[in-house]
Each structure stands twice: as structure tokens, then as C-alpha cells.
């Protein structure tokens, strides 16, 4: 087994980056309704960039299971200034499945995720690209610039989440970053690099490092339909993130099994001196139960915190492929049809 990996022969200046090319990885759940436009939207894109950076694109549309046309309506789509692939996963992986499944059929060397629901606008993708070649930034991530339409509870959940999750890491998790970015050729060998099962994307692009930039937007409304992030499932995603990216859980445990031992020593301690000075026996029963309740009720969490880590293990011993491709197709965009 290698202690370290050598990305840096990949490519890396911004020219011969240029030379290459960009892979849009858009990862679609029931997402009919509004894919035709999208892809116009992404074909208009491509149009660009190809004109002022030389930058040839391709579009990967990662069909995760969807139970609407979504497929046949992907499939249909025109390689119109863009080659099109489409990868049908066998069933219903999740969003980070979809996108491993994407950045696994990427060829052209930089990868852009962009979700396909209208909400990372196209017209956005320019400055990201600008970033890449012009400056050379090989993670260029992007950002809610405001929370303003969440509720309170919800910005203190996130805020807590990034709090702990961030707590004593080396390489920070940068608050609010989405999954719409651009990696850089080296970055995307990177990213392919890492073994695990349990992918939490936004962590592991900022835990690769080398050269990150943010970039502020607002996203747009979701084109149509609702999102298929409810609560349960962000809950769901925020302690995947957690226990894949952090052991500052168990820290904490630690840190409390300290806190409440040195509690009890010192109420130990206060009880003593009191029979000692007043000569009185303590009434306990109260005090008693409360004392059992809260150990009791702190070693069940403690013990959830254990087993989430403990199922994390297992999950990444079976080792089991992360999503099966049930179909794929791609169409190409023939170069010499191109522009005027
Ligand atoms: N998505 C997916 N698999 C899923 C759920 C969502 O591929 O199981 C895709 C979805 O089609 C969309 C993106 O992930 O392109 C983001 O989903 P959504 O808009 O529901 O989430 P939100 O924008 O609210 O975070
Ligand atoms: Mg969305």
C-alpha cells in the first residue's frame, strides 16, 4: 500500500488544461419536467466555452433510479455543441452515489457537478471556468452567499453541524458550500483516488486541498417539483458526513465522560463535607436518580455514537460497489458541424 499519491504529473498548466476539456456531471432523480430545457441551457454553455476558452465539453446525465421519463427523455436529447452520455444506475442510489457514478464516466479531464433540478445556474459556470484557466485554481466551489429565506432553527442546525464537524480538522469544511464546483484535471485524479464507500463529496474535495476558491450565488428556484431533501434525509446525510469525516463525536463522548466524572467527584466531595461540618445525613433518593438517569441516558447516545462508527466500519469492509450501471449510452457532438 503507497503512503501518498502523485497527482502532480496530470496536467497543470491552465493552457494545456484548456486543451482539454470539460465533463458536466448532472445527477437526474425525477427530474422530467425540466431536463429539456436544462440541456438547452447546457448546450448554450458549451457553445461558449468552446468559443472563448477552446474548451471542448461533455455532459454526463447520471439517471439515479427515477421513476418518471426521466431516462427516456435524457436519452433523447440532442448532441447538439456537446457530447452526451447517459448512465442509468439500476436503482436508486442517492445524490453522492450519482455523482461518483458521473466523475467515474468523466473523460474529459476537469469535472463540473451541477444539479439537475435549474438551481446552479448555467450562465454561472463561465466565471467557475474562469477561475480554472485564467487563475488556476483547481477546486473552485460555490456557496449560498445567504440563508435569509431559512428558518432560524435550520441556519443553527447547519451552523452547529459545521461547528463539529470542523471541530480540531486540519482541513475545514467551508460553511454553506454546495455541490455545484469545478475540479480541476488533478483534483479529479484525486478524488478518484479515495477508496471509500461512503462518499460525502463536500468533504472530501476541500479534504484533497490543493488550490480552492469560493465563489458566492444565489441559487435559483428549483425549476419544478420539490426537493427530495427533507429533513430525515439531510439528518441522514449530516451524520454520514459526520462519522465519515470526523471522530469528533467520540471526542465529545470523551470530553462528557470527563465533564460528568469530575461533576460527580466534586458533588462526592460536597456531600462529604457537609455530613463532615453539619453532621447531618444527606437526603439522596432525588439526587440518586437523577445521578442514574443521566449516566444511563449519556452512555445509550454514547454507545449510538460507537455503533454508527461501528456500522461505518462494516459498511466499508463488505466493500461493495458503490452503484451498478444498468445502461449506458452517449452521442457525440461531430466537431467540423461546429460554429459559424
Ligand atoms: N438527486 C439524485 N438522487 C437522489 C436525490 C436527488 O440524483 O436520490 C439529484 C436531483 O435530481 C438533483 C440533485 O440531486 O439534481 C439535488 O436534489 P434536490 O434538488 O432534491 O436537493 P436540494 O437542491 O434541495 O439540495
Ligand atoms: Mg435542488
Known sequence: MTLGSDVSGMTTTAASAAAKGLSIVVPVY?????????????????RTL???????????????????????????LPADAIDVQVVSLSRNFGKEAALMAGLDHAR?????????????????????????IDDGYDVV??????????????????HGFYALINWGARQKIPE??????????????????LPERNRFFKGLASWIGFRQIRVDYEPAP???GV??????????????????????????ASLLGVVLAGGAFLFGLSILWEVWTTGKQVPGYPSLVVGLMTIGGVQLIMIGIVGEYIG?????????????????????????????
Open 312 to 340: 461505518k466500519i462494516l459498511s466499508e469492509l463488505k466493500a461493495r460497489p458503490i452503484y451498478f450501471v444498468a445502461e449506458h449510452s452517449e452521442k457525440h457532438f461531430e466537431t467540423d458541424k461546429a460554429d459559424d
Open 176 to 193: 454553506d458550500a454546495g455541490d455545484f464546483r469545478l475540479l480541476s484535471p488533478r483534483a479529479v485524479a484525486a478524488l478518484r483516488q
Open 141 to 158: 466551489y460555490t456557496a449560498k452567499a445567504h440563508r435569509d429565506n431559512e428558518t432560524f432553527l435550520r441556519r443553527l442546525a447547519v
Open 30 to 46: 425525477n427530474e422530467a419536467a425540466g431536463l429539456a430545457s436544462l440541456h438547452q441551457r447546457i448546450c448554450d454553455l458549451a
Open 50 to 76: 468552446r468559443q472563448r476558452y477552446r474548451l471542448s465539453c461533455e455532459v454526463v446525465y447520471v439517471d439515479d433510479g427515477s421513476a418518471d421519463a426521466t431516462l427516456s427523455i435524457a436519452r433523447g
Open 108 to 132: 474529459l479531464g476537469a469535472v463540473m457537478f451541477m444539479d439537475g433540478d435549474g438551481q446552479h445556474p448555467p450562465a454561472l459556470v463561465e466565471q467557475l471556468v474562469r477561475h480554472w
Open 222 to 224: 428549483r425549476s419544478h
Open 227 to 252: 426537493t427530495t431533501f427533507n429533513a430525515a434525509r439531510l439528518l441522514g446525510l449530516s451524520i454520514e458526513g459526520l462519522t465519515s469525516f470526523s471522530v469528533a463525536p467520540l471526542r465529545f
